[in-house]
């Protein structure tokens, strides 16, 4: 096996410039002196030490994103300015796309082109949020009697936003774009493995000509910062993206306030390969569902069903591609998949390898850690999965396939759904009967055809079940983002 590095003269490292946290448009060191490293998963170095914020910092950028709200020039601003700030901030995230593609990917771990294809979706999801912020409208009720009845669609107020270190920047992205247009105020928490990229984006929502106290980040660790945020009684709303038991810790914290909450939680996606599909584009798209990313995605087709008929030959492809998949530096163009992004991600997905085998599945590609730098894994694949396997049941959040065989669409479905999560699912074949009936009768959020990870700006996303409550992106988020006020006036004497 070849080493993780191979590369002669790696390519140069992005500069860390910023570290602090950004509260109120000035940069400013956490309150009680605090700072915590942050590494490059590629060697587990330690590549800068990055302001901890904890409650004392939350309370001042709260403090500064209610002025914003109430008084401040974005409390007064036309729904069409607050849109051209987005634009122009997608404008200068797409001029400076090169630099944070970089910093994302030396911070994260994700292959370079990964990154360029999340700056991407940064600017198409600002552009899109851009587009609505004066399209928001209320309606007119026809209320029984001589009034007017009218309806208006107010900001939620100032929002807490948790977020994890998969999609550092898209998460950003997909948070800001709807809380901004709907003209919220916002307090961001970046996850404490990857606190830089939000800064330069902090940086350049300065420059787009964002009012103090609009945008704030806090840095920091989600017990201390992160709690804060939810406990806080003058946080209207948050918004998280992360881990079920996280997402239950904060739900029963934001009861004490009553605060709404919107959650994006993981999942165990079933992807559905019939024996009628075009098999080479499903070999194809099998790979991608599982190992995109190195599998650290709430997406991940990681419970891999295929019609018996079809399994041997299609496991045989899918474990040749996997043993050619070539793992290195994420900043190397050539490298197909990166570290995963911890020690932690890297032992509990090795802890699941191991678990598999312990419980009788058969290990046919990966199941190593590969070189003993840095935290990278290699793609592995089990067959003869039984569906109550811990491998089968939990989120691994790493590149490891669980493939289970199955005979027709009832049994799919069945088992398919036979999970406490519901993100995505998929389903290969020709025959549009079969993809239809199960997107139908599958309880997922998002269903591809034929395709997967197919996420854009324009379509609602969320999960069924434990998977999450409320929808992101599209026209669904500005539901979770605005208030519905009923106005009514007498009309006459
Ligand atoms: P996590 O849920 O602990 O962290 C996500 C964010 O929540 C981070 O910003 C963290 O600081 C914050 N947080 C943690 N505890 C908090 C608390 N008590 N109050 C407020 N905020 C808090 O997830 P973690 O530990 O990074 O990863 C563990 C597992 O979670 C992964 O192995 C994976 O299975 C899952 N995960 C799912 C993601 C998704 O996209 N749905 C993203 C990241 C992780
Ligand atoms: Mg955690």
Known sequence: MAPAQTLLAPPTRPEIRLTRLLIDNQWVDAAEGGEF?????????????????????????????????????????????RGRLLAKLADLVESNAAELAALESYNCGKTISDAKG?????V???????GWADKIEGRTVPVRGEFLCYTLRQPVGVVGQI??????????????GPALACGNTVVMKPAEQTPLTALRVGELA??????????????????????????????????????????????????ETLKRTTF????????????????????????????????????????????????????ERLAEKARHRQLGDPLDPATEQGPQVSREQLDKILHYVDLGQKQGATLVAGGQRRGDRGFFVEP?????????????TDEIFGPVVSVLPFDGVDEVVERSNRTNYGLAAAVWTKDIDKAHLFAKRVKAGTVWVNCYHVVDATTPF?????????????????????????????LGG
């Open 206 to 255: 300065i420059e787009a000509g964002f009012p103090a106290g609009v945008i704030n980040l806090v840095n920091g660790f989600g017990e201390t910062a992160g709690a804060a945020l939810v406990g806080h009684p003058d946080v209207d709303k948050i918004a998280f993206t992360g881990h079920v038991d996280t997402a239950k810790i904060i739900q029963r914290q934001a009861a």
């Open 124 to 130: 198409n999801t600002l552009r899109y949020y851009a």
């Open 118 to 122: 999340d700056i991407g979706g940064v």
């Open 264 to 315: 994006e939680l993981g999942g165990k996606s079933p992807n559905v390969i019939f024996a009628d599909a075009d098999l080479e584009s499903a070999v194809a798209g099998a790979f991608h569902a599982i190992y995109f990313h190195g599998g650290q995605c709430c997406t991940a087709g990681s419970r891999l069903f295929v019609e018996k008929r079809v399994h041997q030959e299609f496991v």
């Open 380 to 392: 592995t694949i089990f067959d003869g999965v039984r569906d109550d396997m811990a491998i089968a």
């Open 163 to 176: 977020i994890p270190w998969n999609f550092p920047l898209l998460m950003l992205a997909w948070k800001w």
């Open 462 to 490: 969320g999960g069924f079940k434990m998977s999450g409550q409320g929808r992101e992106n599209g026209e669904a988020a500005l539901e979770h983002y605005t208030e519905t006020k009923t106005v009514t006036v007498k």
């Open 37 to 81: 490293e942050t590494y490059d998963p590629a060697t587990g170095d330690a590549i800068a030490r990055v302001a901890a914020g904890t409650a004392a910092d939350v309370d001042r950028a709260v403090k500064a994103a209610r002025r914003a709200l109430e008084r401040g020039p974005w409390a007064s601003m036309d729904a069409a300015d």
